[in-house]
């Protein structure tokens, strides 16, 4: 399973970004699909997520600003960011789940100025 992030960037506060995942080598559409972040010095962190049926689930800070979907004819996964703040500042990676397994994603830096 392969999983290719891209979309990251430089970015003013208050602008937006879209991450895209795409997937291959693996069934994408009963997959759990996620994106998370994590800033130097700190903990990786669930950013939004969205299950195969569509149901999705975002951390409080992202709530209101991020809007995670997904393509299942294209086998990705998108992380929309409106309302960017400096403290997005991270590393963003996806992750893909099924059948037990999880994979990540190789990570996408963004970087929000203020």
């Known amino acids: 399973v392969q999983l290719q992030a891209s979309g990251g960037g430089l970015v003013q506060a208050g602008g937006s970004l879209r991450l895209s995942c795409a997937v291959s080598?693996?069934?994408?559409?009963?997959?759990?699909m996620g994106w998370h972040r994590q800033a130097p010095g700190k903990h990786r962190e669930l950013v939004a997520g969205i299950f195969s049926g569509g149901r999705t689930i975002y951390s409080d800070s992202a709530k209101g600003r991020f809007t995670i979907s997904r393509d299942n004819v294209k086998n990705t996964v998108y992380l929309q960011m409106d309302s960017l703040k400096p403290e997005d500042t991270a590393a963003y990676y996806c992750?893909?789940?099924?059948?037990?397994?999880?994979?990540w994603g190789q990570g996408t830096l963004v970087t929000v100025s203020s």
């Open positions: 080598g693996s069934f994408f559409g009963g997959a759990y």
């Open positions: 992750n893909y789940f099924w059948d037990g397994h999880n994979y």
